[in-house]
Every structure is written in C-alpha cells, then in structure tokens.
C-alpha cells in the first residue's frame, strides 16, 4: 500500500527518463547519442539511488526519534551480489524502469546484466549475511550492518588448462551504490605500550599509549526493504592514512617516496578479503583488519548511544550486536575497554553491559576453522586488550573454578588462553563468555556444537545459553529475481504476491498439483530455465548439452568436507559403466549433465586438485563418441551471486552431499528446493529439517549418520579398513591415465585409501552410487518428478530468512520492529 502513498517513487515511465537522461548527461557527462548499455546501466542506478537516499534519510530519522533499540550485524563478509535489481523490486518500480528502458531502446535485462557483483564474501557466511540484511530491512527493524570495504571482493576464477587461476577483483571503478561519509571518519591506534597509575581513590587506571594511528572512514550502502520505506544502512569501513601519520617530516626532507609508502601502508588493511572459508591462517594483517573494523563501528555504536543522553547502564536496552561468526570476537573486549579504561565504570558493571551486549553465532564445527591469535601477536598489535583478555579470563576462570572445584582439566578445557607453545587467544572461548546467547545455525549443528566443541561451556553456562536459529534465505532475491516465471505462476495461484512477505503462504499451490495446465507450465518454466543455462555453458565452455538431460549441479565452494571429490568419482564411475555396455543397453541410460562450480581458496593444494580432476574427464567425456548426450561433465567459471541466480533455478537435482556432522547448514539446498528442484543428500546441516518439512518421499538421502561418523573413523585407524570396490576402479582408471597425467590426482586418491579416509568418501560410495541411481529411476517417470518438485516448493515456507530474522529478533536481540506508517 505504501507504494500508492510513496513521495519517493517515480510518478511514472516518463519521470524515470527523464532521471536517467539527466545522469546520462550531467553525471555521467555523456550525450544519449553515444548511450551504451554500461551508461544506461550507470543512468538508471543513480536515479534508483536518488530514490534510495530519500527514504533511507527518512528511515534513519525515524529510528532516531524513535530512540528504540538497534541491532548491529557485524560480518566480516557481505556477498551482496548486484543491486539494481534487487533494488527496482523492492522499490516496487521495476515496472516503471522497464517501459522506460525501453523507450531510451534497452532491454532491462541486458541493462542489469552490466552491473559488476559485490563480493565481499566468501560463500555461506557472507551470503547469509546479505539475506539478513534484506530480511531486517523488508521487516522493518532498525539494524545496521557494519563491514569492511575491500578494495578487492574474493578473486574472479579463471580455469585454465583444467587449473583454477585467481585473478583480483577490482570492483569499485564505478560503484553508484556507496556514498563516502568523508565526515564519518574513526582514528583506530595500533601498537603502542600500556602505562598504568593509580588514582586518587586508589583505582588503577590504564592508558594506551603510543604506536600508530590509521583513519576509518564510512562507506554507507542504503539497504531496501521489499514492498516498504524501511531502508537500513550498510557501513563499511575504508582504512586510510590518518592526517598526521602522512609523514611531513620526510615530506619536506625529501623523502616524498616513503611517505606515500606509510599511506599506501595505512591503505593495504582494507584492501583485501582473504579469500579462505572455512580454513584460518592466522596472519596478522587478518588480525589488523578486524580491530580496524571492530574498533571504527564500537566507536560508531557508542556514539549514536551517547547522543540519547542516557545511563551505560541501558545500553543493552538499547544496543543489541550480532558477531557472525568469531571474526568480530575482538568487539567484546573492545566494548569493556571502552567502558573501562575511556569512560571510568567498574569492572563489573561493565562486563555486565558487555554481556548482555553481543550474541555469537557459530558457523562451523571444523578444527581447522576455529580462529585462534598467538599471544606474541596480541601483545605485539593489541596490548592492552590482551591484558583485558587475561582479566577477562581471570574472573572467569573463577567463576568456574567455584563451580567445578579442583577441575584442572576442566580449567584448561574452556580457558580462553590455550597453553601451547606459543599461547594462543581461543576467540570462539572469548565469544562465548563474552556473550549472552551462543546460537548454531541448524538443529543439527546446535545440537553437535553443544555436545561437542562447546559442551563444557554447557555445563558452566547452562543449555538455556546455548539456542537454534536455522538459517534461511531471502525468497526476493532466490525466487522471485532469480526464477520470475515461477514467481508470477505462484502468484498467479496464491492470489497476490504476499507469499515474498510470507513464505508460509506457498502452501496454496499444493492445491493445484494435480491441475494439469498448472504442471505443464511448472515443466515448461523449468525447462526454460535450463535452455538459458544450457545457452551459457555452450558461450562459456563450447559444450553443447541437451536441456532435456537431466541437470545435475553441485555450486559452492570447493572443500574436501563438502566432497565434491565423491561427486566427480561417481561420475567416473557412471562413465565406466557406460562405457561396459553395449550401444543397445547404453540407449535404456538416464542422460546427465554433471555442473559443478565453486572456488578453492588459493593456497588450498586439495582443493585444486578437485578442480583439474573435474576438468580432466570433463575434457575425456564430453569428447567420447561413444557417450554423446548420456553424460556430460561441466565446470563452470567464476561462481558467484549472479551467476548463482541463474544456474539454481535450472537445476533438477543439486548435491549437498558432505560428510554427516560437518555442514552447519547449507543455505543453497533451501535455494534449489525452492526453485523445484530436488535434493541428494547426506543426513546434515538443514538438509535434515528440509527433509521433515517437504517430507522424505520428495529427497534423496544417503549415507552414514553423523552419530556413526566418529567410530567409522576410529576404525579406518585402528580396525580392518577396504576402499569400497567401485570405487578401487575408479582409482584404477585414474591411474591408468584416463584422465591424463595419474600423478596430478594422486593426493585426491592417496586421502581415502592411505590416509585414513576423514571424509568417508569410501564408506558413503556404495550408497551414493545406488541412491543416484534411484535418482535416475524416479527423473524417467517426470509426472512423478514434477509433483515432488511441486510439493517442495509448496511446503519451503519455513525457510524464509523472514522467519530466521524474527527468531534473532525475538530469541536473542528482544527488538521489535518499528511502526512505519504509509507516507
Ligand atoms: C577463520 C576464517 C578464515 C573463516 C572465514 C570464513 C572461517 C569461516 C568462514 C566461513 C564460513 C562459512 O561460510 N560457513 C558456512 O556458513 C553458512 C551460513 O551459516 C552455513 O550454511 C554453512 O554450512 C557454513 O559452512
């Protein structure tokens, strides 16, 4: 309704021209006559914005006077992906901004296709940060996300010979959809020593001293609601020499070159995502990036707080801060030495205000993911809060020592300093105690992470600390951008387009399951979809695939838990018996095409090799005469948000398929389901609750179960260990030089049969091979198909990042949205 009311909007087609004109001609400086689609991509995104800021001025008054309590989302990753779209739907002006282009002779799709994405993330993480802030916006609450502003997002993948190579990705040339606040600037210090004195009353009183000083400086990105003027803002952080610290001294002796070094120093903390998920490498200016961060946006935090004049002791009433993941840990100690050392409380009313302050949430349960600093570093970077960190602990260790009295082992089990050589900072123990909830991400992870990683603090805190919020996913961005026909068939059956506000609502079309023009138009919008696929892979890789194979897609990023090395040897073994049969029996074959895509971190040495054995038989089957349409295998370039936005929708089975007890959730899975397709999976992350909601006849699940995966895994060890049979042949074609060169592949074989199999790819093989063969059996009967693929989506309500928002917001953050009246 607000879109009647709205002041913001175009009143119509012709006033959008003539903003798209004007910036064309005195932003962009050009003439209309020599308007190329990146111009008119530029036009259009600046007068979306010119709409975006008024209401984001609006919204920020609002809350503001409102003075009610905020929500901080503080990520180290946002994988936004591109914004026009997004932003044209949610104004609820897509409409308007197409017979426009087309007037000035655009198509708006070529028009979109222009934008570069925004890649500020590396998979999972990053992009469930992106859907939450969609989500806040969209449900009115008054959130802010804070981040950095890489100069470089995670790098462009280029495959070359069948080797993944990285190539920066350099995405801010032209980007209409950040405003520099050069006014909003944060002095962050680093380095320097602790003095302390005691004071009057006898209170010691620390002072952070000396060092170096780098300037912060926000970057504001206005984030739209769907169907709403609620329009939050995402502050991202640029790092820059600070005044003072560009060196006049050497300026004027001369020495000009090393003082623009010191600059481009200062410049180097916020120029680079590091490109690892789900592995931590410990390097310091990793460290330096998230104090600068941590640091710009507390000080922001405390400022706006301040403004409302009210006492410390409210500002967990009026301040709620989310860490997405341990990357912000640093925030807690930040906060109290805030409290402390700057504004005088005591040390316990602070760690009160501290705690009540921050929510952790977990996104991992693998060794290797757990960040951990040395101390040498912490003491080098950030004296003064390693002293708090040690005084945190301190009391802590207290506090459980009065509960478990004489526990030694206990003591050192949850101490945030781990006694190694050298000691190290335990960041998740730090979230942990430095929080009020600690949530996973799936039932399952919350369940394993409080059995395992974290059960100690169980016993110390108590369960009620620990909590469930199961991920989801923004059904503006992943049904209704990515899959328009599907959205507008919905639509057209649920009566409105209320069901991308309430996802609940496309439990309507199971009505018409049965309606026989309803499934035609569902296949027919599927099919389309991977005509389009079809189309990209045949520009992109020069294979021609039938679109009425069936598509088989597995897109994330490349990790040995997520086995895609089990994928690609079932496709090897697929091939070889293709390849046993004769031509007659070949014809009664399900044809496949195989799609993977994702990116390996680049110091990941497995990783690659999981590619190159992908593109190797890609490079031997798609050439085989003998298998022509029955087997494809593609490796797509380059996966991204956008191209996510294609590829899902054209699929009609997607692999999430990693070793029970090791994907937290998975968010892609809720993405496939929700654009029909179907699922082979393991027991793990979210695919468990997706099973219980679509129900089991509508998903193919194989293999061990979490419960069993850690006895599988002694016995590899210590019991009698066989590679499954299958698979030993598929070890053999590869070493008989199948797929080139045996020892480029030999790491990949040498994992499951000599070095004791961690991921149980032989152990689930048997079952994944029979399972994928259900898989085939149940795609030939496509009525059958089709009304799984329509009771899935009809039963996905559950996994709206809607609904994953108002868990936080309730569970954990106790805010509320905020009234907007129509304007
Ligand atoms: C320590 C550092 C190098 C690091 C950087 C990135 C550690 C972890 C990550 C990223 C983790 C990540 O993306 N986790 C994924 O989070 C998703 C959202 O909750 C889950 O759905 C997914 O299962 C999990 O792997």
């Not at 002095?187 to 300037?215: C, L, P, S």
């Not at 095409?593 to 990783?607: D, R």
């Not at 895994?713 to 199948?738: C, M, Q, W």
């Amino acid at each position: 309704a607000w879109l009647a009311h709205q002041t913001s909007g175009f009143k119509d087609k012709d006033g959008f021209e003539t903003e798209v004109v004007r910036h064309v001609e005195t932003t962009l400086a050009r003439s209309m006559y020599n308007c190329d689609e990146q111009a008119a991509y530029s036009a259009c995104s600046l007068a979306f914005r010119d709409r975006l800021i008024l209401e984001w001025n609006r919204t920020q008054q609002r809350q503001t006077f409102a003075d009610s309590k905020r929500v901080y989302y503080l990520s180290l990753e946002f994988l936004m992906g591109r914004a026009l779209d997004n932003a044209m739907l949610n104004i609820g002006q897509k409409d308007v901004a197409k017979a426009g282009l087309a007037e000035l002779g655009f198509r708006i799709e070529d028009v979109i296709e222009q934008e570069h994405d925004a890649a500020l993330g590396n998979g999972g993480l990053g992009r469930l940060a992106a859907c939450f802030l969609d989500s806040l916006a969209s449900l009115n609450y008054s959130a802010w996300g804070y981040g950095l502003r890489y100069r470089y997002g995670i790098f462009k993948q280029e495959i070359i010979d069948g080797y993944q190579v990285e190539v920066p990705d350099y995405w801010l040339d032209f980007n209409p959809w950040e405003f520099p606040r050069h006014d909003v600037t944060v002095d962050i210090q680093f380095y320097g020593h602790v003095t302390k004195r005691t004071d009057d009353n006898g209170k010691t009183i620390a002072t952070w001293e000396g060092g170096e000083i780098v300037k912060a400086v926000a970057y504001d990105v206005p984030i739209p609601g769907y169907a709403t003027p609620s329009t939050n803002n995402l502050r991202l952080w640029s790092s820059k020499a600070a005044s003072g610290e560009f060196d006049f001294q050497k300026f004027n002796s001369g020495d000009y070159e090393n003082s623009v070094a010191d600059q481009q120093r200062a410049e180097t903390i916020s120029a680079v995502l590091y490109p690892n998920d789900n592995l931590d490498r410990g390097k310091e200016l990793r460290l330096k990036q998230q104090y600068f961060w941590v640091a710009a946006s507390l000080y922001d935090i405390v400022r706006r707080f301040k403004k409302s004049r009210r006492p410390w002791k409210e500002f967990p009433d009026q301040v709620a801060i989310q860490l997405n993941d341990t990357h912000p840990t640093l925030a807690v100690v930040e906060l109290q030495r805030i409290l402390v050392d700057l504004e005088g409380l005591d040390w316990e009313e602070a760690w009160n205000i501290v705690t009540n302050t921050f929510g952790y949430t977990n996104h991992t349960v693998l060794p290797e993911a757990l960040e951990k600093w040395s101390v040498p570093l912490f003491q080098h970077l950030l004296p003064r809060h390693l002293q708090l960190i040690y005084d945190i602990n301190l009391f802590f260790l207290q506090s459980v020592e009065r509960k478990f009295p004489k526990d030694r082992e206990m003591l050192a089990r949850v101490s945030i300093i781990e006694e190694s050589q050298p000691k190290m900072v335990r960041m998740a123990h730090l979230a942990i105690v430095g929080s009020h909830k600690v949530n996973g991400v799936a039932e399952l992870h919350s369940d394993l992470i409080k059995t395992t990683i974290f059960k100690d603090f169980v016993e110390v805190f108590g369960p009620d600390k620990f909590t469930n919020v199961t991920n989801g996913i923004t059904p503006r961005r992943w049904l209704h951008q990515a899959n328009p026909r599907l959205s507008e068939l919905i639509s057209s059956k649920t009566g409105s387009q209320n069901f991308l506000k309430d996802l609940t609502e496309l439990a309507k079309i199971e009505h018409y399951k049965d309606d026989k023009a309803f499934r035609k138009e569902w296949a027919e919008i599927k099919y389309a979809n991977k005509v389009r696929l079809a189309k990209h892979i045949k520009k992109t890789t020069g294979v021609d695939v039938n679109p009425s194979a069936l598509f088989d897609v597995q897109v994330k990023r490349i990790h040995e838990y997520k086995r895609q090395q089990m994928n690609i040897f079932g496709v090897i073994h697929r091939y070889l018996t293709l390849k046993s049969l004769s031509p007659e029996e070949r014809k009664k074959f399900q044809p496949r095409v195989s799609i993977f895509g994702g990116k390996a971190a680049p110091g990941y040495w497995m990783a690659k090799q999981i590619i190159h054995l992908i593109n190797a038989v890609g490079a031997v089957v798609n050439n085989d005469k003998d298998i022509g349409d029955l087997l494809k295998v593609i490796f797509l370039e380059d996966y991204n948000v956008s191209k996510a936005e294609m590829i899902i929708p054209a699929s009609d089975l997607s692999e999430h398929i990693s070793t029970a007890g090791t994907e937290a959730s998975g968010t892609s899975n809720m993405k496939f389901v929700l654009n029909g397709g179907l699922i082979i999976g393991t027991c793990d992350g979210a695919n468990i609750e997706i099973t219980r909601e679509i129900g089991e006849q509508n998903i193919f699940l194989f293999g061990n179960l979490a419960e069993d995966v850690e006895d599988i895994r002694h016995n590899h060890t210590y019991g009698s260990y066989t590679v499954d049979p299958d698979l030993v042949k598929v070890f053999e074609a590869i070493e008989k030089g199948t797929f080139g060169e045996p020892n480029d592949f030999m790491g990949m074989i040498s994992a499951v049969r000599d070095h004791g199999d961690f991921y149980l790819v032989s152990d689930d093989f048997h079952s994944y091979i029979e399972t994928q063969e259900l898989v085939d059996k149940a795609y030939r009967d496509q009525e059958g198909w089709i009304t799984k693929s329509i009771e899935s989506v009809a039963r996905m309500g559950f996994f709206s990042s809607d609904r994953c928002i108002n868990e936080y917001a309730e569970g954990i953050w106790n805010i509320e949205p905020l009234a907007v009246k129509d304007q």
